[in-house]
């Protein structure tokens, strides 16, 4: 049994940075296409990056553009999300999420209902 656990989420001022790290353990890591997804209080949760299951490509939300990045770790079963220049509208729940049909060299999915499995969330506030 997939399962994935985050870890990295806390208190930021506005301007900061958070490294968010995902930990997965239950099977083919390799053979998983990654991706974080967030969800505001009162908000339908929403994409935010994704990373392909091998070669490193990657996708990214217009929100998440040349301020935050991916990255999968093959041989440590973690994909991190590092987070920079946050802003308040940064604040949320971010999940974690593996799709395990996503065939080598395909497109990220970037909908939820593509993603098999899910950790249970960790907060990112952004305030001053």
């Known amino acids: 049994q997939v399962q994935l656990v985050e870890s990295g989420g806390g208190l930021v001022q506005p301007g900061g940075s958070l490294r968010l790290s995902c930990a997965f353990s239950?099977?083919?890591?390799?053979?998983?296409?990654m991706a974080w997804f967030r969800q505001a209080p009162g908000e339908e949760r929403e994409f935010v990056a994704g990373?392909?299951?091998?070669?490193?490509?990657?996708a990214y939300a217009d929100s998440a553009k040349g301020r935050f990045t991916i990255s999968k770790d093959n041989a440590k079963n973690t994909v991190d999300l590092q987070m920079n220049n946050l802003e308040p509208e940064d604040t949320a729940v971010y999940f974690c999420?593996?799709?395990?049909?996503?065939?080598?060299?395909?497109?990220?999915?970037?909908?939820?209902?593509?993603?098999?499995?899910w950790g249970r969330g960790t907060q990112v506030t952004v305030s001053s």
């Open positions: 999420a593996a799709d395990g049909t996503s065939l080598f060299g395909a497109p990220i999915k970037t909908s939820e209902y593509n993603y098999d499995y």
């Open positions: 239950g099977g083919a890591f390799n053979t998983y296409a």
């Open positions: 990373v392909r299951r091998v070669g490193g490509g990657t």
